[in-house]
């Protein structure tokens, strides 16, 4: 069946960078795009921005563009998230989640905690 | 971008009862919009798409409606393994947004 296993919690400092892997399974990994959101303590869902498996081309959230970046790994089915220049209020749960060809989203990764603090 | 006010934040309820969530759109989306089921600790759970659709495996106790800009996530009778959060998001234009979610516990 369709799997998407994140990567383990993180902690890092303000400033610095954090990559989170979503690694998955069980369908034609270039056929579907894969969409990164956060939930931060206590708020709703922010969608991140989207990156396509089949040729690696990226949709970002406009407030995040500076400072994030989403790529493949055809090799090992994995999608990667760097956030860049963490700042606290970038601590959240981090999600990915694939996308249909008509642009819902039907399956979900786990979820990975990451921590920003001094 | 599009805004989701979704309804109740909250609401307790009992085994069996009929539930209903709502979600409001700031403009029309054509129905692209998806329920989800999330429980602490797991990955939220498509339940439906494109409003009124039935994702594979979902019970049909979950349905979906559409009035205008106003969508709404009904559980015809609440079962023990209902109790979770719920939220609606939409797929019309980027950015996807997202309802603040309700969560429904037990009475």
């Known amino acids: 069946q369709v799997k998407l296993v994140q990567s383990g919690p993180e902690v890092k400092k303000p400033g610095a960078s954090v990559k989170v892997s979503c690694e998955t399974s069980?369908?034609?990994?270039?056929?579907?795009?894969i969409s990164w959101m956060r939930q931060a303590p206590g708020q709703g869902l922010e969608w991140l921005g989207w990156?396509?498996?089949?040729?690696?081309?990226?949709k970002y959230a406009q407030r995040l563009q500076d400072r994030v970046s989403m790529t493949t790994d055809t090799s090992t089915n994995t999608v990667h998230m760097e956030l860049r220049s963490l700042k606290s209020d970038d601590t959240a749960v981090y999600y990915c989640?694939?996308?249909?060809?008509?642009?819902?989203?039907?399956?979900w990764g786990q979820g990975t905690t990451v921590t920003v603090s001094s | 971008d599009i805004q989701m006010t979704q309804s109740p934040s909250s609401l307790s309820a009992s085994v069996g009862d009929r539930v209903t969530i709502s979600c409001r759109a700031s403009?029309?989306?054509?129905?692209?919009l998806a329920w989800f089921q999330h429980k602490p600790g797991k990955a939220p759970k498509l339940l439906l798409f494109?409003?009124?659709r039935l994702e594979d495996g979902v019970p049909s106790r979950f349905s979906g409606g559409t009035s205008g800009t106003d969508y709404t996530l009904t559980l015809s009778s609440l079962q023990p393994e209902d109790f979770a959060t719920y939220f609606c998001?939409?797929?019309?234009?980027?950015?996807?947004?997202f309802g603040q979610g309700t969560k429904v516990e037990i009475k």
């Open positions: 494109a409003a009124s």
């Open positions: 403009q029309d989306i054509r129905s692209s």
């Open positions: 998001q939409q797929y019309y234009s980027r950015p996807w947004t």
């Open positions: 989640a694939r996308e249909t060809m008509t642009y819902y989203m039907d399956a």
């Open positions: 990156v396509s498996a089949y040729n690696g081309n990226t």
């Open positions: 069980g369908y034609v990994f270039t056929s579907y795009g």
